[in-house]
């Protein structure tokens, strides 16, 4: 029942902005870190930007200055800004929502179906 559901993506031209959501519901447990990854064709998924249950955030050196996360509790959505857009940033973007650690694992891990993100002239 737990749901994630990603919107925002599209075709935008270099140096463009877009801004992705990820809202989510029936998660009943606590949440540890919110973050949004990345996958190119040929390429490894990777991290993109993450915010802890604190408020904590950290972003990829690639999107560092360009990228920004946020999260929107009472409307249970976290948020992806990008601006300055580029061609390599073309790829699947994905939502994932995880738990706390247990013993270095983490109880729950759940991820979005995707939203394509193609930036090109």
């Known amino acids: 029942q737990v749901r994630l559901a990603e919107s925002g993506g599209g075709l935008v031209q270099p140096g463009g902005s877009l801004r992705l959501s990820c809202a989510f519901s029936g998660i009943r447990y606590s949440i540890d870190t919110m973050g949004w990854y990345r996958q190119a064709p040929g390429k490894q998924r990777e991290l993109v930007a993450s915010i802890t249950s604190g408020g904590n955030t950290n972003h990829a050196d690639s999107v560092k200055g360009r990228f920004s996360i946020s999260r929107d509790n009472a409307e249970n959505t976290v948020y992806l800004q990008m601006n300055s857009l580029k061609p390599e940033d073309t790829a699947v973007y994905y939502c994932?929502?995880?738990?706390?650690?247990?013993?270095?694992?983490?109880?729950?891990?759940?991820w979005g179906q995707g939203t394509q993100v193609t930036v090109s002239s």
């Open positions: 994932n929502i995880r738990g706390p650690l247990w013993d270095g694992t983490p109880l729950y891990d759940y």
